[in-house]
């Protein structure tokens, strides 16, 4: 496996394979890489040639006061994870490759980068957009691949890739989760024994949105209720929020309908987590 660090690099890599006729893949991460990160790079190398894994903590989507300095970095796992999976390269650029000195060009994919954690966030959406679209320039793949778990994000980044034309396919791949129903996630590192119990709330709200829904309950009014005595039963972690969207704008809908998304944030400690589902 390879390792490049300029856009460059990525960018030759990629052209060479287009030119041999080799579809591309791309599955741009933050690192700390886990089982979800997996999953997604095992689907990029089941549908193309070649895939190519980013590693980079994304500065400009983080806030002033959220975790940045102490976002997991295990570069050298990671690398052991991608190789396993299926990856032909790692892009591993620093902060200056991705925003050069005087940068000034931004992606705000206006509306949707204000709701849900949008709205929680701010700022984070428009971070989210500018690295991927740049992600999407340098390696130019003909699909990117992204989990499911950042089910706001995927609707920003569709309408992204729509709006600019970039000839990207998105591909979204299921949540993946701990035998005890908690999402995987990189943050779930910083939670204590006691705190990694109480994240279970999230699951257990998503499950029984799922049941009450599978049951013919369609009234989000009555759904986000239930969520709330949910949590209602764990007061140490504290309710972001909890709505349920179309998909594709990420407005709020009143009645849940085949295709609706239910989505979820919340505070364990310090740490902020998400979870959600498509009902059915």
Not at 27 to 52: F, K, N, Q, Y
Not at 177 to 187: K, N, P, Q
Request: with cysteine.
């Amino acid at each position: 496996m390879q390792i490049v660090r300029t856009v460059d690099e990525l960018r030759q890599w990629s052209r060479s394979k287009r030119a041999a006729g080799k579809s591309i893949g791309l599955v741009p991460t933050m690192g700390a890489l886990h089982a979800g990160h997996a999953s997604l790079i095992r689907a990029a190398a089941a549908s193309c040639d070649c895939v190519a894994v980013s590693v980079f903590v994304n500065p400009t989507q983080f806030g002033p006061n959220e975790d940045y300095g102490l976002y997991p970095r295990t570069f050298a796992a990671d690398c052991v994870l991608a190789e396993s999976e299926g990856a032909e390269v790692v892009f591993a650029p620093a902060v200056e490759e991705m925003y050069p000195a005087g940068a000034q060009t931004f992606v705000d994919v206006e509306g949707l980068s204000n709701r849900l954690d949008g709205a929680s966030r701010p700022g984070h959406f428009r971070g989210v957009a500018t690295v991927v679209t740049k992600l999407l320039l340098a390696a130019e793949p003909d699909r990117a691949f992204f989990g499911q778990k950042d089910a706001a994000q995927v609707a920003v980044l569709r309408r992204m890739v729509s709006d600019l034309r970039l000839g990207v396919e998105i591909v979204v791949c299921p949540i993946v989760r701990e035998a005890d129903g908690l999402a995987l996630s990189s943050r779930n590192a910083y939670l204590s024994a006691e705190q990694r119990a109480q994240a279970l709330v999230l699951s257990r709200a998503v499950r029984r949105v799922e049941a009450l829904a599978t049951g013919g309950e369609r009234s989000s009014a009555a759904l986000i209720a239930a969520v709330h005595r949910v949590f209602a039963a764990e007061p140490a972690v504290r309710m972001d929020y909890a709505e349920i969207v179309d998909w594709q704008t990420l407005e709020p809908v009143a009645t849940a309908v085949n295709g609706s998304l239910f989505a979820v944030a919340a505070y364990v400690g310090p740490t902020r987590l998400i979870d959600n589902t498509i009902l059915p």
